[in-house]
């Protein structure tokens, strides 16, 4: 019985078997076509991952848009009309949180542009510069 029939238990047969002489030849065309199916794999899970961080990218930036919405809304209840003191503290309180939506806001932008330029890194090989 061959070391390749012991490993897997059959004799006879040498399906499914590894011969020990591919095994110790790792300069062989064999190894090379592993490489590549290797590397196609990794290509392979490099685009997906990519295209899961393109996702969250585009979640993010539908973030902007909730967030240019809730701008709109509270410019949509200012009320502009009401002179009394409370009236100004209301919009005093409301010029915080607008302030505080555009930084969140901008903060949003930078975030989506940082995250699409991580999705470009990851879908690119590795190995390859990006």
Known sequence: MST???RTGRTG???GTVSTASTANFGSTAGTASEGAVMATDAVACASRGHEVQQLAARTAACVDHVDAALA???S??????QSPAGRAYRTSLSFQA???RRSRA???EAVAVVLRHAQNVMMPPGRPG
């Open 77 to 82: 209840v200012e009320l502009q009309s009401w």
């Open 99 to 101: 302030a505080s939506l």
């Open 107 to 109: 903060a949003l932008q």
């Open 73 to 75: 809304r509270l410019v």
């Open 4 to 6: 390749s029939a012991a």
């Open 13 to 15: 047969s040498t399906a």
